[in-house]
């Protein structure tokens, strides 16, 4: 069936039209997992005392957007970093192939940007949160994965995130390539210095846009 526009002039309608959609028909289209831009839960991982979190099972046969959530990530090292590296066919890519560039800022007044053609991991957030010094400090955002389960493309993702650092505001935004053609079927989150880290990150599966 075709669903309506709901508009000023609803009565005069003559055409069928798929742009806007009612309320009814949003719940309707969600309750048959429908809905274009819907996100489904893949996994989530709450982890401790950690200096790798592994997703391994990221349903990329299904989905070529996924999204992923990190939420009160902490470190215990200092000038630490949280990164990502993915897994081409189950063989995690550890060489200095990923590509990258991103943009830092502080309530401080300190900006900062950074950028490689040639990196074996790529950034998320950056610097020295959750020691000893600032118990509070933690970091939370969110990545953008596009065509992992594609062989015959590049994947790219974007990021961005805040969190706070010895009393100040930090933001950070980016993005990154890993560009080679490969069907990439898992992700990795590295922390760089710190064996002790700790958070929760939820990894999602972006439903493609239904058309009847």
Same mark, same amino acid.
């Given at each position: 069936m075709p669903y309506g526009y709901? *508009? %000023? /002039? %609803?009565?005069? %309608? !003559?055409?069928?039209?798929?742009g806007v959609f009612s309320i009814t028909d949003v719940a309707e289209l969600q309750s048959q997992g429908k809905l274009g831009g819907s996100l489904e839960l893949i996994e989530e991982q709450t982890f401790s005392g950690v200096s790798v979190v592994d997703f391994t099972s990221i349903q990329e046969n299904k989905y070529d957007v996924h999204y992923m959530q990190l939420s009160n990530i902490k470190h215990t090292g200092g000038l630490d970093t949280t990164n990502f590296q993915l897994y081409e066919n189950g063989v995690l890519e550890t060489a200095s192939v990923y590509q990258q560039a991103y943009q830092t800022g502080t309530s401080g007044g300190l900006f900062q940007e950074? @950028? &490689?053609t040639a990196t074996d991991d790529t950034y998320w957030s950056y /610097? /020295? /949160?959750?020691?000893?010094? =600032? !118990? @509070? =400090?933690?970091? &939370? *955002? +969110?990545?953008? $994965?596009?065509?992992?389960?594609n062989s015959s493309k590049y994947s790219f993702f974007t990021h961005q995130m805040g969190f706070t650092d #010895?009393? #100040? +505001?930090? $933001? &950070? $935004? *980016? *993005?990154?390539? #890993?560009? %080679?053609a490969s069907l990439v079927n898992g992700i990795r989150i590295k922390m760089h210095n710190s064996f002790n880290a700790s958070g929760t990150a939820k990894l999602y599966g972006v439903k493609q846009i239904w058309v009847t």
């Open positions: 709901l *508009g %000023q /002039n %609803q009565p005069n %309608q !003559t055409v069928s039209n798929s950074g @950028k &490689s /610097n /020295n /949160n959750g020691t000893t010094q =600032d !118990t @509070k =400090d933690s970091e &939370s *955002g +969110y990545v953008y $994965f596009y065509n992992l389960g #010895l009393g #100040l +505001y930090r $933001f &950070s $935004f *980016g *993005g990154a390539v #890993l560009p %080679q």
